[in-house]
């Protein structure tokens, strides 16, 4: 419920993504809590497919993951290999059909999907696609979004014009078996050498220049193959089925995209070449996990290996983890992750978050002092932050508002007296803490400014002497086409607006927004970030007619 009556003025990505191969284990069981792990990233719908070596299970439906999900359908959905998905929508309409997984065939059996991130060309993508698909064929089966083009493009890649992907043979392979506590370490080896694959689960390098609404409905597939996956013997140079489908579509998507999928046999990993949304390999005793964020590897007690880097396509198998690369990498890592995307247990490039939001916390009030009696968050994506400027400024840290954790998605509407009441449903003052005292209040970004000037109202009506409001990013200013539902620049309260203007709106006594360059320092990513939203200037060029994400009918 994006524009509902519950919902605030925070940007929401676009979805979380998780997969498993793990012979043995509970697949569909991991998969439900590393969902769970990742509802921030999506709330609308959610689905797990699952493979047996046989066939591929779907379960999807509209709502929360423990909405979706019953201890009955996660017994139906087994198998060894998993892939779970938890959608908001930015691309398509908020219907069942558009939830994810979604389902294809393919030459060689069975595709399931998802998808984190938006594409840039979608609709060339779709005129390619039925330019090589049989006559009225239904590609999307009555879906509408970026990633079910994707998955019939999987399908059709053998007719895509074009030369056959070259497969890189000096791919790295690490071996599926769990490791032996008391055998010898040894190195990734190329997949075509005899030597031995890595025994302590971390996959190394690929290339010399790469750092290290229907309700509960189901749907099958019946794959080409039988039985449980073979047994191939470990550097076998046949690469698994998907590849080289993967090779020929990968090349062709512009714009954002972290994909997880599977075919009856094999879990498949690819990112973009610029890297805008996370995704995370980990290891378990007795199988590999790929996520949006290492949290979710964390729940399941995965241990964390390695980012898949931008530009990479990994495959797990029976014969291990097989990297290759389909693009050079040009890493842009999406900065509102570490702003406010991201859980704050959550690293990304190195750095935890929690600790990146505190620094971001620390530089605004190195840039933005005021004086004042309490520094209070904006619960709770401005804790972080606010406990940082807290400790650089001096100024006590207290909690102010008190946030209903359990409002958010609802399918119950609310009168329209309680709709009057706004942002109260999420969150209540603590009179008797802000009561006479100069408010430092801080919060991660301004969009709309709807929240903050409710938020404002609020707290003097709580009996707060001042308000300074204080955000721990630069003024957006600009959409975001990658997977984030930043609304029109028109929608953008300061790109209309300067400092002084947008105080004078949402209320408060004095703003203050941490600098590009201080947001930047906290991150310690250097260039390797994607600021567009901030500065106007994109990674990639953003073509005249592109739709921007989460405001229907709007094109640059």
Known sequence: MAGGPLADDHPRDHCGVFGVWAPGEDVSRLTYFGLYALQHRGQQSAGIATSDGRNILVYKDLGLVNQVFTEQTLT???????????????????????????????????????????????????????????????????????????????????????????????????????????????SPVPADSDGPSDSDGHAGPTHPDIPTGVTGALSTATGAGSGSPSSAPLGDPEPPALVPAALKVLPRLKGAFSLVFMDEHTLYAARDPHGYRPLVLGRLPRGWVVASETSALDLVGATFVREVEPGELIAIDDNGVHSRRFAVTRASTCVFEYVYLARPDTIIGGRQIVATRRRMGAILAQENPVDADLVIPTPESGTPAAIGYAQESGIPFAQGLVKNSYVGRTFIQPTQSLRQLGIRLKLNPLREVIEGKRLIVIDDSIVRGNTQRALVRMLREAGAAEVHVRISSPPVNWPCFFGIDFPTRAELIAASMDVHEVCSSIGADSLGYLSLRGMVEATGQGTSLCLGCFSGSYPETIEKGTPIPGTPGATV
């Open 76 to 186: 139906g959905l087994r198998g060894h290999i998993a892939l779970g998905h938890c959608r908001y929508a930015t691309t398509g309409a908020d219907t069942w059909r558009n939830a994810q997984p979604t389902l294809g065939p393919t030459p060689t059996g069975t595709i399931a999907l998802g998808h984190n991130g938006n594409l840039t060309n979608t609709e060339e993508l779709r005129s390619l696609a039925r330019s090589v698909a049989p006559e009225d064929e239904d590609l999307e089966h009555g879906a509408s979004t970026d990633t079910s083009i994707v998955t019939a493009l999987m399908g059709l890649a053998g007719r895509l014009p074009g030369p056959v992907p070259f497969v890189d043979r000096s791919r790295t392979v690490t071996a599926a078996a769990p490791p032996d506590p008391s055998a010898p370490e040894a």
